[in-house]
């Protein structure tokens, strides 16, 4: 079974959590921070203000954000600090290890070691061939929204239906209980995760800025109200439920912490399944989740006879270099938003376009193009990608942007063939001379997005040599820098195409006026004109249709760099 998994990055943290400076009797006594008149005020004016659905503008959703950002740091000033800290990890990676061995878990072929950029990794301890097993976790040691439910939580978790239907909030809720509770099974585990991580809910509003333009400012924006929402909620449940036993309830259940897990679990959460007629859960898997990223092929399996994760090796790995796994198909823009990170040599990478016909043209032409898009499943406006590969325009966007230019009479004759032939000259990846005007619009459109940015490519790539930016500020720059790679090659991708089609236009029009020249010289021995001859070698060469058939000569492309998409299949 291989494991459908999100995948997690290690950034060295600097914040402090979570060590007891209070009895247990006397907060279980009180309840004094979550049971806070001052603090319940805030809760509530953060629930009325995430009421109904989020804003669609950026504009509002910023200004939106800027509400919540004031009321959440009225909410930390009466809160206060947290009473718990999580101890210095590098001080409690050999205890780790130790728990690792006695629990059973197989870990013989690599060690924990601190790495550059990346802080704590795996490393080889003997050279390592590809496909062959490396690490095997068992079961019993992976929390999961399973034993959220066995444990106190799942009373909870049983009046809630949001804890019900979101698994992921469950595993957060329970990872924060495990490390509020000094007796935790996973104790040794909770010590060595990061202290605070880089996803978008650690950003100031100074480094959210900094990915103007980019689309996962959006989608960064839209994580912080919904996290803020949750906690807002689980807030009002905890309360509600009033378990006084509950480590929830008794230290507080404070705002960054609640960040802290909801980011430790977003970038290490991994899927597992329960068994039989049974659903699967999500869990996170010790030691695996120290793996870091690299491009590959998933090679993590679930043992359903031993309950075991089995992580192989995906190339090979000499002793003494960092043990990496992929972590799945998944773009930067993926990446930075749940796990926190940017991998600046993505092979799967890709940058999301938004596209629409316009409601300013004829109403006849419209509907032909309507009907085209209809015809292979494709959306009048949408959302389309530019890909990080030696073809930058997906299949979808190629056939979204052909119809988008074209004219009715193309328009036309792209209805009158079928269904597998109207998907073949859509997608084809070979560009012919009505293609013109499809590639002059992405190459346009590829420089318009190119302007919007603040700063230029080159001036990111300074900016990350520099070393002045901070951990969130790096990530941002970085993503941004991909963004803007993606754009220019696909920008002189539309270029390079349009000069090779214009070049054999000129080819063959140098190539008609010597058929001209030809056909005047022989014109009194075959009886035809110099135009019959040349009109009946083109009627010979366009059988196809009243336009080049470009998915029959091409054999259909269903190669698209990377994405694992057939350029046959909209």
Not at 117 to 130: H, I, T
Not at 413 to 442: C, H, I, M, N, P
């Amino acid at each position: 079974v291989d494991l459908q998994f999100h995948a997690r990055f290690l950034v060295m943290g600097k914040k402090s959590k979570r060590q007891s400076s209070q009895s247990a009797a006397q907060r279980a006594a009180t309840g004094a921070v979550i049971n806070s008149k001052a603090v319940c005020r805030i809760i509530e004016e953060i629930w009325a203000k995430t009421q109904g659905s989020a804003p669609q503008v950026l504009a509002t959703q910023w200004q939106e954000y800027e509400a919540l950002t004031a009321l959440v740091k009225a909410l930390r000033e009466k809160q206060g600090p947290s009473t718990e800290q999580l101890p210095d990890r590098g001080q409690c990676m050999v205890p780790f290890q130790n728990w690792l061995e006695e629990q059973g878990v197989d870990m013989g072929n690599v060690e924990i070691a601190e790495f550059p950029e990346v802080e704590y990794g795996l490393r080889a301890k003997r050279d390592l061939k590809a496909r062959e097993k490396v690490i095997v976790v068992p079961e019993k040691l992976m929390m999961s929204s399973e034993t959220a439910q066995q444990d106190k939580l799942g009373a909870m978790v049983a009046r809630d239906r949001m804890l019900q239907a979101m698994s992921n909030v469950t595993l957060a809720v329970h990872l924060l209980n495990e490390t509020y509770s000094h007796e935790s099974l996973w104790k040794p585990y909770i010590d060595i995760l990061p202290h605070s991580y880089t996803t978008p809910l650690y950003f100031t509003k100074q480094e959210l800025q900094m990915l103007q333009a980019s689309p996962c400012l959006a989608e960064a924006l839209q994580q912080i109200r919904s996290i803020t929402k949750l906690y807002a909620h689980l807030h009002k449940v905890i309360r509600a439920h009033g378990d006084t036993t509950l480590p929830l309830y008794y230290v507080g259940f404070f705002y960054d912490d609640f960040v802290w897990a909801v980011s430790t679990v977003m970038s290490r959460q991994n899927e597992i399944p329960l068994g039989e007629g049974k659903k699967s859960a999500l869990a996170l898997i010790p030691l695996w989740d120290m793996s870091n990223h690299t491009n590959g092929l998933v090679a993590t399996d679930f043992n359903l006879e031993t309950r075991s994760c089995e992580c192989y090796a995906t190339q090979f790995t000499k002793a003494g270099s960092e043990f990496r796994i992929f972590y799945g198909p998944r773009t930067n823009a993926e990446l930075f938003v749940h796990q926190g990170f940017v991998y600046p040599n993505n092979e799967c990478d890709s940058l999301r376009i938004k596209l629409g016909l316009s409601s300013a043209e004829e109403e006849e032409t419209k509907q032909l193009k309507t009907r085209v898009l209809q015809r292979v499943g494709l959306p009048i406006s949408g959302v389309f990608h530019l890909l990080a590969a030696e073809v930058p325009f997906s299949p979808q966007l190629r056939a979204f942007v052909r119809v988008f230019t074209a004219e009715p009479p193309r328009l036309q004759y792209l209805l009158s063939l079928g269904d597998a032939d109207l998907r073949e000259a859509l997608t084809s990846l070979k560009w012919w001379q009505g293609d013109v005007r499809a590639l002059d619009f992405l190459d346009k459109r590829c420089k318009l997005l190119l302007q919007t940015y603040k700063t230029s490519y080159e001036e990111d790539k300074r900016l990350l040599e520099g070393g002045q930016l901070s951990e969130c500020s790096c990530q941002a720059v970085q993503l941004r820098a991909c963004e803007k790679r993606i754009l220019q090659y696909a920008s002189q991708y539309g270029q390079q195409a349009k000069w090779l089609i214009e070049s054999r236009q000129l080819s063959k029009e140098g190539e008609e006026k010597r058929e001209n020249s030809s056909a005047e010289s022989k014109e009194g021995q075959n009886g035809h004109s110099a135009g019959e001859a040349v009109a009946l070698e083109r009627q010979q060469d366009s059988v196809a249709g009243p336009e080049e058939d470009l998915g029959r000569q091409n054999g259909a492309s269903s190669e698209d760099s990377g994405q694992g998409q057939s350029g046959a299949s909209l």
